[in-house]
Every structure is written in structure tokens, then in C-alpha cells.
């Protein structure tokens, strides 16, 4: 999530962390998972660590739209939408 946030965040560097993520998404979580884990040993904590490393790329994404979606709200309430109540009276 936080990794979505900083993406929105730094607007022109966006396509730097999303090509990150979207690298990260080209393989399946389970088998991310796997190699994070074969990686990082056996025990709990690590295949707890691996399946939420797995998992970053869709909750970064999902943050990163929504942070997108909610300055193009913004904007269009600021912005647009006056000037369109004003037209019609």
C-alpha cells in the first residue's frame, strides 16, 4: 500500500515504481511466494514474510488508483463543476 501512495505521490516518478510492480505482477503470487520463501529459509515468519511480499502488487496498485481517482475527484469538484452550476443558472 505504501509503495501505491509513494508512486501517486512523486507524479513523475510513477512509472518508475508501477514498472516495478507491474514486473512483480507478471508472476503468480503463489509462485513469488515460493521463491521468497525457498529464499528467505523455513520456518513460520518467513512463508508468513513471503505471502505478503507476494502480495504487494496488488494492494500498491489498488492504492495507487485510488489516490489517482481521489485528485481527479478533487479536482473536478474544485474545478468543473462550479463553472458547469454556474452555466445553467
Known amino acids: 500500500m505504501v509503495m501505491g501512495l509513494i508512486a501517486d505521490t512523486l507524479a513523475q ?3 518508475v515504481f508501477m514498472r516495478f510492480i ?11 511466494a515460493l521463491v ?6 523455513s520456518g513460520l ?3 508468513v514474510i513471503a505471502i505478503g511480499i507476494s502480495l504487494i502488487p496488488a ?6 488508483a485510488r489516490s489517482l481517482l481521489s485528485r481527479k475527484m ?4 474544485q474545478h468543473v463543476l ?5 452555466c445553467g443558472l
Not at 521468497?36 to 529459509?41: D, S
Not at 494492494?59 to 495507487?64: I, T
Not at 478533487?74 to 469538484?77: E, G, R
Open 13 to 15: 516518478d510513477i512509472c
Open 22 to 32: 507491474d514486473a512483480q505482477m507478471c508472476f503468480p503470487p503463489i509462485l513469488m
Open 36 to 41: 521468497v520463501a525457498g529464499i528467505l529459509g
Open 45 to 47: 515468519k518467513n512463508v
Open 59 to 64: 494492494y500498491a496498485r489498488l492504492m495507487c
Open 74 to 77: 478533487i479536482m473536478y469538484l
Open 82 to 86: 462550479p463553472g458547469q452550476a454556474t
